[in-house]
Structures are given as C-alpha cells and as structure tokens.
C-alpha cells in the first residue's frame, strides 16, 4: 500500500500545480463554474489543500490501523474522482473551453485514487458505506473550506 500512496500524492501535486498555473487566469473569463480568483488567494488555497491531502496520506500510511486515518484518507480518493468529473470535465464541456485541472484529473486522479479504493476492497479494508460517506463528509468539508483559504489567501498573500 505504500507505494499507492506515494502515487496518490504524485497525482494531487501535479494536478494541483496545473491548477496553480492555469487556473487563475483562467478564472478570469466569466463563468458559473468557477468565481474570479488572484494567483495568490488560489496558490495559498491550492497548498493548504495538499498538505491535508499529504497529511491523511501519512496520517493512514504511518497509522493504517485508525479507522480515521483510513476514513480521511478515502474521503480524499474519493473526493479527488469526482473533482475531475466535477467540475473540470463538467466545465470544460459545458463552456466547450479547457478547464485547467481535467488532464491531471482524468488521467492521474482517477485511474490511482480508483485503483488504491479497488485494492483497499480487494484487501476487505473498505465497505461502501464507508466509501460514500468518507467521500461525502471530505468533500464538504473541503468545499467549505476553499472560500475560507482564498479569503485567508485574499488577505495574506499579495500579487
């Protein structure tokens, strides 16, 4: 499982540094997927996001027996699936414009963090419900979160 790990950490840093160079300006453009954001408010958002994803990456890796650290970790697999089908490939579709973050997420996100849930069913570590909810209540949470850390970002970090 560690080396899947490793993997999953691979995929959200290069999806997240697409994010991080594209996305900015790509906001920019009127849209209902996405508000206006500075480089900086997102930059500052985009890193606090993948310290947590690190964070419950080696949080389960060193503590894999915590059913937390399993549920925190899995909520971020799962969460990082839907955010390539929404809202990257959604958006690019929809405003029939590249989203920046859809090439990462449908070729990275998707098949590691699938291929980690596939195993961790195969190894009878996870039960759907717990899927579903790990994925719900990270997914909210990190939903919540981002308007918070481009605020934080907005006020701490000036381009």
Not at 63 to 87: C, D, H, T, Y
Not at 141 to 146: D, E, F, M, P
Request: charged share 10%; with cysteine; proline share 5%.
């Amino acid at each position: 499982m560690d080396s899947f790990i490793i993997l999953f950490c691979f995929a959200i840093t290069l999806h997240n540094i697409e994010e991080a160079i594209w996305l900015p300006k790509w906001s920019q453009q009127p849209s209902k997927f996405q508000k206006s954001v500075t480089a900086g408010e997102f930059h500052f958002a985009v890193i606090v996001i993948t310290a947590l994803a690190y964070l419950s990456a080696f949080y389960y890796l060193f503590v894999p027996e915590s059913n937390l650290a399993k549920w925190i970790f899995i909520g971020f697999l799962g969460s990082m699936i839907l955010n390539a089908i929404f809202p990257h490939a959604i958006a690019t579709i929809v405003l029939k414009r590249y989203a920046p973050g859809l090439v990462t997420g449908i070729m990275l996100n998707i098949p590691i963090n699938s291929l980690i849930i596939l195993r961790l069913f195969e190894n009878h570590q996870l039960a759907w419900k717990e899927l579903i909810f790990s994925t719900m209540a990270v997914g909210i949470i990190l939903l919540a979160l981002i308007p918070l850390l481009f605020k934080i970002g907005r006020r701490t970090i000036p381009f």
